[in-house]
């Protein structure tokens, strides 16, 4: 598991596909629900709206685990992720 301080990295558009397009899956918390992508130019735009908040940073939480990244808020999401 990778952390970092987003106070202290904040990820901009640019930065956050330099990131996310080499991931093998990246989960994103919307709500009660969670969209599963995995990157390419195809979702890009689609993902990158629903990675970045309206700050234009990645949304937080964000956990990379391996080469998988969760996005966002989802307690079952995590709750999966950490059995």
């Known amino acids: 598991m990778?952390?970092?301080d987003a106070k202290k990295e904040a990820?901009?558009?640019e930065a956050v596909w330099d990131r996310l397009q080499r991931a093998e899956k990246i989960f994103v918390a919307k709500g009660q629900k969670v969209q599963i992508y995995?990157?390419?130019l195809l979702v890009k735009d689609e993902l990158m709206h629903d990675v970045l908040g309206r700050s234009g940073n990645l949304r937080?939480?964000?956990v990379q685990?391996?080469?998988t990244y969760y996005v966002g808020y989802n307690e079952t999401m995590y709750k999966e992720l950490m059995t």
């Open 38 to 40: 995995v990157p390419d």
């Open 65 to 67: 685990v391996g080469n």
């Open 11 to 13: 990820l901009q558009a």
């Open 60 to 62: 937080a939480p964000t």
């Open 2 to 4: 990778v952390e970092s």
